[in-house]
């Protein structure tokens, strides 16, 4: 381990004349500490690849203890501290999906912060090709999902419903379906919600509030900020049945979304005026 953290300290020292240049020149700066902080996602990665594989010899979703241990070295470098409510609501026996708000890449942060044991999450095909990332997630039981076809997502996803109860997993999605950096929820997707009913498992609600004081691609803002963060009481789907699944999502929409609001502490106005536009 120590020749790990001796590549670790060298790739950090590689990275520490980027960061200086981002004092001189926004764009630039945003950019470069955002290529940086994926290339140290890849460099964590490939350092946990070989953990993962003495661990466990192969895919497990036990390796995600691993990838949680290396990922949580990625807010000390860029500063960002948690704030987290309602951790206890994890504390459920058995399966359960977790679905939260997916603000950016930075994201990955905030998931390190506060994930359960056994938990894996669904992810895009295309993750799986980020080189180191894409191994270690798929060493540590990450499932990946073709969102352009939706036949092929709904039969993988009803494939897991029947693992997560095999094998005690909690299972992560994003219902969002992508990343959404616009200081409120999209609509939500509706896999998470089938997923649940089919395996008749609770859905633990996660919000992270808006990264709008320290991150804003738009205005390329990345600084170090402090994340607020609420594990919501658990939402039942027992004799819930698939044509529940709608009302389900909009259950789980409505609590999230005021949730996150006041998180982020939005006035009620500003609420009243998105809502008033859609
Ligand atoms: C050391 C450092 C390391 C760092 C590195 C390691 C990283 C280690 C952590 C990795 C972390 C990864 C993080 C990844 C983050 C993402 O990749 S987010 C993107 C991928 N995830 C998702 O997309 C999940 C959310 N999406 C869904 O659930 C979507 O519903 C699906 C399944 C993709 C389908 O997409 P869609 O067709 O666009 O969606 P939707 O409108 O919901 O469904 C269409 C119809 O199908 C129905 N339907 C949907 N799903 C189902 C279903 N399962 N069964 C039956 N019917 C269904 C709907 O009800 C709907 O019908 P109607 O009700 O309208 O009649
Ligand atoms: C073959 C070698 C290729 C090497 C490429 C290296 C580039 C790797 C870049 C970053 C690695 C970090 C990956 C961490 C996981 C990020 C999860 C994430 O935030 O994914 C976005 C996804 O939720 C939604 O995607 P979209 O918003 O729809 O888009």
């Known amino acids: 381990m120590d020749g790990c953290w001796l590549l670790l300290l060298g790739a950090l020292l590689l990275l520490l004349p980027p960061l200086l240049l981002m004092e001189a020149f926004g ?4 950019r470069l500490k955002i290529i940086s902080y994926c290339a140290l996602c890849v460099l964590l990665s490939a350092l946990a690849v070989p953990v993962c594989l003495l661990k466990s010899g192969g895919r497990s979703a036990d390796n995600m203890s691993v990838v949680r241990a290396f990922g949580r070295v990625m807010k000390y470098v860029y500063g960002m501290r948690f704030e987290v409510k309602g951790l206890e609501n994890f504390n459920i026996e058995g399966p359960c999906v977790v679905i939260s708000n997916h603000q950016s ?21 295309e993750l799986l090709y980020a080189g180191p990332a894409g191994i270690v997630a798929y060493l540590a039981g990450v499932v990946y999902i073709n969102r352009k076809r939706t036949s092929d997502a709904k039969s993988i996803m009803a494939e897991v ?20 950096n616009n200081g409120d929820l999209l609509p939500f997707k509706k896999g998470a919600f089938h997923l649940a009913i089919q395996a008749q498992v609770p859905i633990i609600p996660v919000v992270y509030a808006s990264y709008h004081t320290f991150y804003n691609q738009s205005r390329n803002l990345f600084r170090t900020g402090k994340i607020k963060v609420e594990v919501l009481p658990r939402v039942e789907t027992k004799d819930l049945m698939e044509e529940n699944a709608s009302e389900l999502t909009e259950k789980c929409y409505t609590m999230m979304r005021e949730t996150f609001f006041q998180l982020s502490n939005k006035a009620d106005e500003t609420r009243g005026s998105v809502l008033a536009a859609q």
């Open 105 to 125: 890449v930075l994201d990955m942060m905030g998931l390190f912060e506060i994930l359960p044991d056994r938990c894996v999450q669904i992810a895009k095909k």
């Open 27 to 30: 764009a630039l700066r945003f």
């Open 161 to 180: 419903a029947q693992t997560m109860l095999k094998e005690n997993l909690k299972v992560w999605v994003y219902p969002e379906g992508t990343r959404n």
